[in-house]
């Protein structure tokens, strides 16, 4: 039988307590991880916005989209406005999502204006006066067998350049 002595005793003591520290950094990590940004598996989303030719020309329109996304092991609803602008062939579609701070643009004279700190964008989505640090954000787009497509992406905010989030 074993003898219990002073440098066994510690020995066990230190590996119970080594343990228990390492147990209790689990939620922490848990909590950090979930904060992070996640990347959603279907990294490409390509959505139907509907038949090109019926996109009326030379009109900004609001298109809203919604769609899922699996993101980590529960499933995701994303909801969002479009603009889309048509002429002719070339297409171009905008976030609503202002690249200063988040906020959702409107559409005002000619232009975009985001309610939150007043930045204003030109019919083309560039910055004309107000904190944003880049213009409004395009996106990719595509027209298969008649029907236009756009990859939905979503960019960080408050950076001068457009950087992918997730
Ligand atoms: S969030 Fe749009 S100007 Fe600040």
């Known amino acids: 039988m074993n003898k219990i002595t002073r440098r066994n005793f510690l020995k066990t003591w230190q590996g119970v307590v080594g343990a228990f520290a390492t147990l209790a950094t689990i939620p922490s990590l848990y909590y950090w991880w979930w904060d ?20 009326k020309e030379n009109l900004w329109l609001k298109r809203p989209i919604s769609f899922d996304i699996q993101d980590r092991w529960k499933t995701r609803t994303i909801k969002e406005m479009l603009y889309v602008f048509r002429m002719g062939k070339s297409v171009t579609i905008l976030s609503s999502i202002c690249p200063h701070a988040g906020c959702l643009i409107k559409t005002e004279n000619n232009g975009f204006i985001c309610p939150c700190h007043n930045s204003f964008f030109d019919n083309k989505g560039l910055v004309v006066e107000g904190p944003s640090p880049r213009p409004l954000d395009s996106m990719e787009w595509t027209v298969k067998k008649g029907r236009l497509y756009v990859k939905y992406e979503q ?10 989030l997730g």
């Open 36 to 55: 992070q940004p996640h990347k959603p598996n279907n990294t490409e989303n390509w959505i139907d916005l509907g038949k090109a030719k019926k996109i």
């Open 155 to 164: 960019f960080r905010s408050g950076i001068g350049t457009k950087e992918l």
